[in-house]
């Protein structure tokens, strides 16, 4: 664990209240907790819209990343590394994903930056989940689902003062 000050980790329902105080619309869906990509296909029934996968990672340098993909695209670190100007990109340990973000693995979302009040991670968010269409993340927890669409979570993001770098991970050079 980090040396300084343990967050307050914001709660769902706290978040959930910053949303709707920021004006973007969402609806959150409950549903028994899920830990990977697979478990949430299995479990997600009706929910509309692009799920993510979300890696915390963090560089030679010690800068901290928070990488957001449609969970069909694949994520090549190596190419990753020259588009967002990283050194080497490992995954960053639960530890220090508690202290920065206030999540556990399996609870990784954008909506962490909420927590992220010093500014240490930068989010790399796929360009397909800020058009339009509905995107789905869980809000802080993995028993819940939080729908809103790209628009609402740049919004989001923006408020946070956590502007992303926006990649195509569709192109199999990212």
Known sequence: MSESTPIQ????DELLECLKALGIAATTFEHPPV????????????????????????????????V?????????LKALRPLIGSAGLSFGRAELLF?????????????????DTLGKVTVVLDKDLVGGNKVNFHPL?????TTLDGAGLLAFLKAQNHDPIIVDFKDSTA
């Open 141 to 145: 927890i993995n028993t819940r689902t």
């Open 99 to 115: 202290d920065v973000l206030g999540v556990t693995p399996g609870s990784v979302t954008p909506f962490a930056v909420v927590n």
């Open 35 to 66: 830990m990977t990509v697979e478990e949430s296909q299995m479990m997600r029934g009706d929910i509309e819209g692009a799920h993510a996968k979300n890696l915390f990672l963090k560089d030679k340098k010690q800068n901290l990343w928070l």
């Open 9 to 12: 980790p914001v709660t769902s």
């Open 68 to 76: 957001v993909a449609v969970e069909s695209h694949a994520v090549d």
